[in-house]
């Protein structure tokens, strides 16, 4: 929920870096930029992009896919990694019903949803916390099914807004720009302060997984941007040189990391649309990709970026036009051609 690395924001500069844990991964591992259909909110979106493949900028603005066009089953992650003989799990410590995840979540082939923890319960703010999330984590893992292997897609909410403090605040915004920060930061500065308690949370649990025998891919992704409010944007953008454009486009990124425990043989994929995310994984995990992600992996290498931005001066591509076909088949037709999207 709302992770960002500070340092993909322009101009900003702190005592010492919020995300430590976090950069040494990314410098590490396959990572990248991930741009994402929404900032300040709509979570359900992302998730949307990165679990099935297809992208909202087919669909009309402001389109929840969650909650109008996910209404039949559909060849998501969790089912085509069922077909390979994986058990799957979706994990969010909050209501089912948020986001229709309830209902979405069986339509895209979940086995189960857990909301309701085993672990005891911590909280940041009113949140349930991060590390509460991957404590969670560890005691499904432990606890699974242990003769099949095992997919968990986990949603976490401590850092969801609004940014009011009501934690330690180590971290101050030292400059912007290189002058001295100007106006009402708090709730940035709480946000920062949140960021670096996830990355604490976060190291843990790839501690855990450095030292489990089985064969382990963690891949962290921010769903967006927090809603910071226009104040703090025109902070940062001021004489950082961008255009408009730029400046648009730079609130709708988020990092992604994809860390092994072993020594995985994956490329590096750059900054990418959350759309391919899905595929970028399985590829990773050395699973056989069904023509759909074939069909998504092939077109990344020309177009790695699909969205509002760039799809008026690529529409009329053939690429372009196949996918949208393709998704249409996928989202809205109920007989769709089962071979396109899975591997059986």
């Not at 992704?221 to 400046?247: C, M, R, V, W």
């Not at 699973?287 to 992600?293: H, K, Q, R, S, V």
Request: proline letters at 5%; glycine letters at 6%; one cysteine or more.
């Amino acid at each position: 929920e709302s992770f960002m690395d500070p340092a993909l924001l322009t101009n900003l500069e702190f005592e010492y870096n919020p995300v430590p844990n976090f950069t040494v991964l990314k410098n590490n591992c396959t990572s990248g930029v991930l741009m994402v259909p929404s900032v300040g909110s709509g979570t359900a979106n992302t998730e949307f992009e990165v679990l099935t493949g297809d992208s909202l900028t087919f669909l009309s603005p402001g389109a929840i896919p969650y909650q109008l066009q996910v209404n039949h089953d559909i060849y998501a992650l969790p089912r085509i990694l069922a077909d390979c003989g994986y058990q799957t799990m979706a994990m969010h410590p909050s209501t089912k019903n948020a986001w229709n995840r309830e209902a979405v979540y069986q339509y895209f082939g979940f086995d189960k949803f857990v909301n309701e923890f085993q672990t005891e319960y911590l909280y940041e703010r009113t949140f349930i916390s991060d590390a509460c999330n991957y404590n969670e984590i560890i005691w499904q893992y432990e606890n699974r099914d242990k003769s099949k292997p095992w997919f968990l897609f986990d949603v976490t909410i401590q850092n969801h807004g609004d940014y009011y403090g009501g934690i330690d605040m180590p971290i101050t915004i030292e400059s912007i720009g290189g002058n001295e920060p100007e106006g009402y930061l708090y709730d940035a500065e709480s946000y920062i302060n949140l960021v670096k308690i996830s990355d604490d949370a976060f190291a843990q649990l790839i501690e855990y997984f450095s030292n489990v025998s089985e064969p382990t891919i963690i891949c962290m992704f921010g769903d967006h941007q927090p809603s910071l409010g226009e104040t703090f944007y025109n902070s940062i953008f001021a004489n950082s040189g961008l255009s408009q454009e730029e400046k648009n486009a730079s609130k709708y990124i988020t990092p992604y990391v994809i860390w092994s425990n072993y020594d995985m043989s994956a490329e590096e994929y750059g900054d990418i649309s959350a759309n391919y995310l899905g595929a970028v994984v399985l590829e990773c995990a050395g699973i056989e990709l069904p023509a759909y992600y074939k069909m998504l992996m092939n077109l990344q290498k020309t177009y790695p970026v699909i969205n509002s931005s760039t799809i008026n001066d690529i529409w009329e591509d053939t690429l372009i036009q196949d996918y949208k076909i393709m998704q249409y088949q996928h989202l809205i037709e109920k007989d769709y051609d089962e071979e396109i999207f899975s591997t059986k």
